[in-house]
């Protein structure tokens, strides 16, 4: 879970260390439509404080979000207080209605604990998304792809602020634990330091494949995109020509 510290800082602190918001969005955008032309609404599920859903937002008609931080979604709501934002469980909630596409991205499904909850996931997907609509899911890292030790550190600057990013990656059987720690200095309350653990499900590139058809989608894969997690793209099996 993504507390306030984090969130305050989150998206301008992936911005300074290379992620292009705009960019993806756009291209996911692109990926939609060469599916679904017609594209209008999209939800976001996993939203955060609102980074994609902002860019989203200038090339969607209607855009909604899902997030379990209230404290991102606090972020978020700043962001876009036009939106349809709210708090859940992508494992299971219900909006009350459909849309054109449903993207969930930053490896957030990876929070699954298991292949039942990730049906389980991809089914609540389903059951948002309008007919001829699309998935797009950026998986977390595949099982077969995943560091054991992995560590990665960044020191960036933000207005007046100085942020330091470090993180150590543990793998233990299908499961990665990532420990992250920050450091923000800022000229007028000085230096805090602050910390969270992240826990995700390696899941295997097949894994993930079967719970698209088990959740009765038919989905692509592409490659080196995302950082080089790639991106799945899926529609209901009874979309397909």
Known sequence: MYGRDVAEIHDDLNESRGKDYRTEAEYITEVVRSRFPGARSLLDIGCGAGGHLVHFAEFFDTVGGIELSEDMLA???GKLPGAGLHQGDMRGFDLGREYDAVVCLFGSVGHTHDEDELRQTLRCFGRHLSAGGVVVVEPWWFLEKSVDGFISG????SGRSTIARMS???RSGHRSTMDVHFLVADPETGVRHFAETYT????SRAQYEAAFAAAGFDAD?????QGGRGLFVAVAVEERP
């Not at 960044?154 to 600057?157: A, K, T, W």
């Not at 894969?221 to 995109?225: H, L």
């Open 168 to 170: 150590h990656t543990a």
């Open 200 to 203: 995700h499900t390696l899941f």
């Open 154 to 157: 960044d020191v960036v600057r």
């Open 75 to 77: 972020v978020a709501r």
């Open 221 to 225: 894969y592409i490659e080196d995109v």
